[in-house]
């Protein structure tokens, strides 16, 4: 998991960052539109959402220890 940030706002939502998640075993790779200012409560919500009830929970997580994913 990492972040895009800096993108330019677009749409009516005008996100202006992205959560990039890879699956390392299918080698897929899923970009989920955010906001840059979202907290860790809202970036959980958009991964259970998109990840989780989707294709189940990961065994592992790895990222690059930003302070979202920390906190």
């Known amino acids: 998991m990492d972040w895009v ?3 330019f706002p ?3 939502e005008s996100f202006n960052a ?3 998640i ?3 075993f299918s080698k897929s790779m899923r970009c989920l539109p955010c906001h840059k200012e979202d ?3 809202d970036i959980a919500l958009l991964f259970w959402n998109n990840i989780i009830s989707t294709c189940g929970v990961p ?3 790895s990222s690059d220890r930003d302070p979202k994913f920390t906190s």
């Open 39 to 41: 907290t860790a409560m």
């Open 59 to 61: 065994k592992i997580i």
């Open 10 to 12: 677009g749409g009516k």
């Open 5 to 7: 940030t800096g993108l």
């Open 18 to 20: 992205c959560l990039i």
């Open 22 to 24: 890879v699956d390392r």
